[in-house]
Every structure is written in C-alpha cells, then in structure tokens.
Nanobody, 115 residues
Framework: QVQLVESGGGLVQPGGSLRLSCQAS????????MAWYRQAPGKERDLVAIISTDGTAKYKDSVKGRFTVTTNDGKNIAYLQMNNLKPEDTAVYYC?????????WGRGTQVTVSS
C-alpha cells in the first residue's frame, strides 16, 4: 500500500503563488504515476496534472503555463507549483498515485484564491 499526505494549501490573493507537496510512504517503489486532482464545491473532481516516473507531465488546459508538476529524485514526493492563481483555482487539491497495487489518494488540502 501507499500512504499520501498533502501540504502547502492556504489562502492566497489572485496572481499569487503556492506550492503543494505530496509525501508518499509505504510501497513507493511500485508507483508508476503521481497526479494532482482538484474538486471545487458542487463540482466533480478533475485531473489537474500528472507525472510519470520518466518525468513526462501532462496538464489540464486551464492550468497550462501556470502550474508545474515535479517529483524529487526518489520519486516519493510530488510537488505542484501554482503561479498566477485565479479565483477559479479555488478547490480542495488531492494527490493520487497509480501503482502496481492500485490507486491511492490523499485527504486533500484546501486552496483558496481570494482578495
């Protein structure tokens, strides 16, 4: 199994930046992909960004050029650097991994973009 803990959320003004972190523990050797999702109130959970172990990253269209997903060398921490944040980025952000043993989710961290 894989356990995930997100951190780095908070309140930021429009145009500001935040960096989210996702610490994975357990069977991290089995991780194939790490991803960030978000869910705004009353909306479905959407994929924001995903990165595979070879470093290939993909993004939701609305965050391209503003968000960057990376991992550490050990591939057990994922980061989501979010720049030029907009009010519509407000959501609970969840970390998820796809591994040999299945998909796992963190509990989420709140990001609020407001003046």
């Amino acid at each position: 199994q894989v356990q995930l803990v997100e951190s780095g959320g908070g309140l930021v003004q429009p145009g500001g930046s935040l960096r989210l972190s996702c610490q994975a523990s357990g069977s991290t050797f089995a991780i194939d992909e790490m991803a960030w999702y978000r869910q705004a109130p009353g909306k479905e959970r959407d994929l924001v960004a995903i990165i595979s172990t070879d470093g290939t990253a993909k993004y939701k269209d609305s965050v391209k050029g503003r968000f960057t997903v990376t991992t550490n060398d050990g591939k057990n921490i994922a980061y989501l650097q979010m720049n030029n944040l907009k009010p519509e980025d407000t959501a609970v952000y969840y970390c998820s991994v796809r591994s040999t043993y299945g998909d796992y989710w963190g509990r989420g961290t709140q990001v609020t973009v407001s003046s």
